[in-house]
């Protein structure tokens, strides 16, 4: 698999500023969770608006950068697969109709007929089970620039008792090819998009309480931001896993810029 990157952004809640609350957007690693950049938005509404700015002075050449349906636009797409050389996974949903309706189109048929594209993974934990199913289909650039391959993923979701209770289906696009990716390396993907959540937004929250920070105006909230990223990335590439126990550990500035090899 190509190494990967999530993308996706996070409203700072309680900020103030001219143009309204701040919002920032962020690119993840999925694997080692280290952040790649941010960048501040007027509102969620604009987060597209900077998604070059953000990315184009990161080197992710050859990469498979995930992003929900907020960004599944045309120029996004061009810009992945042209000016930066990298590959994507999007999100289609009702902001592209005639895109999302054909990837339907292509995805409808009996298990059996999709058996030999078809991946299936499954995970028990943390209070619940998971069934998430994937299959894919062939395409070309006249669906999307760029798109290779459309996929259907169902997620099942129930108590550890296996009984089902709740269940989601989404429709997405890829533009690398079956020979590039199976539908299994497209699971695997479409679940790494969460570390952006689960690695960057949840710490932030629940770890360094960025929402109940006092300093709430002007370019404070986004700087304090910045800061969390750089403790976030400086513990997970001293190989920590917990960072509330990291934060304990690594008070002392001497093991902290070891890390960095200073």
């Avoid at 592209?96 to 991946?119: N, Y």
């Avoid at 550890?160 to 590039?180: M, N, P, Y």
């Avoid at 910045?226 to 934060?247: Q, W, Y």
């Amino acid at each position: 698999m190509l190494p990967a990157a999530a993308i996706d952004g996070k409203l700072l809640h309680g900020t103030r500023t001219e143009a309204g609350q701040v919002f920032l957007v962020a690119a993840i690693t999925h694997h080692e969770a280290v952040i790649l950049g941010q960048r501040q938005v007027p509102d969620k509404r604009g987060e597209n608006a900077v998604i070059a700015e953000l990315l184009t002075p990161l080197d992710v050449a050859g990469m498979m950068l995930t992003l929900d349906a907020l960004h599944t636009t045309k120029k996004t797409a061009r810009l992945i697969t042209g000016t930066l050389k990298a590959h994507y996974l999007l999100i289609l949903k009702g902001n592209q109709p005639l895109a999302s309706h054909a990837a339907q189109a292509l995805l409808t048929g009996t298990d059996t007929a999709f058996i030999d594209h078809t991946d299936v993974d499954q995970d028990r934990g943390h209070g619940r089970t998971e069934r998430r199913t994937l299959r894919v289909a062939a395409c070309d650039d006249t669906l999307f620039p760029g798109a290779r391959q459309v996929f259907r993923l169902r997620r099942d979701t129930g108590d550890l008792d296996g009984v089902r209770t709740s269940k989601e289906i989404i429709h997405g696009i890829v533009s690398l090819g079956a020979d590039q990716a199976g539908p299994d390396h497209l699971n695997a993907y479409a679940r790494g998009h969460w570390a952006v959540e689960n690695r960057l937004h949840w710490p932030r929250d629940v770890t360094f309480r960025e929402d109940d920070s006092q300093l709430r105006t002007g370019t404070a909230p986004r700087a304090l931001a910045s800061f969390r990223n750089l403790a976030l990335n400086t513990f997970r590439l001293a190989g920590r896993a917990n960072i509330a126990h990291a934060r304990r550990d690594l008070h002392d500035r001497t093991d902290t810029f070891a890390v960095y090899g200073i």
